[in-house]
């Protein structure tokens, strides 16, 4: 039976473990080891060496840490195997503990110009991010925003600097914009340009309207990462990773695989009165 929850149905290299072609063991590593750690960690077993980078981590290594609490899960969760390896049974045992998503948050999107949009890509991939954390990114609703004459010239180019707090300036004046976003929903804002050319987005806003802004073209996780800092917050740290495996990787990246969340990020945004339990 293929893997059915949020966390874990997407992901190649875990639909093979399911499907027996794969075992997951002592000496491998990547994503989906990360997602296997970050699911434990979830049920609450702790993984302190798996988890001391700020940038990447759980660090998606199979190792002692990680053998060791495969065999506790399977321990307590009979009949499993006790052999601390991830084969079909243990994949299955796993993701039937993640049936569905945990949290919630939803997502308003406001657009200068719709038609540019290759909406469908942008928001599955802001879903697939969060999904992999049992968080639902949700589409709660979109606009396209009918500016007049004037106003479309005057936002064609966005020439304010992206900062946390903006209150006044043009991203401000274009966060008032549209039908008013409920107060603990995210706004994101679609836009022509920046004046500063290489910038894609902006999670910048006003402190009682969340919201952020991307450019039409964007890269495929850019959404995803404006939306995050809006989660994280101002005083979240290190504001970007270093790791470009990382969601908060400050270059923009266009690759077919989702970025992650360090478990410090996704405990933060968990905290975030935008990211509902549900
Ligand atoms: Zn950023």
Sequence with gaps: MPLSSPRFKDEPALQAVDSGSRVLRDGVSGRHVHLVQMALIDLGFAMPRSTTSTHFSPDGIYG???????????????????????????MRALDARFPRFTHRVN??????SLSDVPFNRMMSSIERVYAQYSIDARFASGESLSLSEDEQNRFTVIDQNCDWSMESGEFAELEQMGTR??????????????QEGDVLGCGGHAATRPACAVTHDCSRWDP?????????????SPVHANDQRNLMFPTSSNGGTPLTLTDKQLARIRTSPLCRTI
């Design 181 to 194: 976003v409920p107060p603990h929903d995210v706004a994101v804002y679609i836009v022509n340009r920046f």
């Design 64 to 90: 002692r840490e990680t053998t060791d609490v495969v065999k506790a899960f399977q321990r307590s969760n009979p009949p499993l195997t006790v052999d601390g390896q991830i084969g079909p049974q243990t």
């Design 224 to 236: 995803a990462h404006e939306v995050g800092h809006v989660l994280l917050t101002s005083t979240f």
């Design 107 to 112: 997502l308003h999107f406001r657009s200068l």
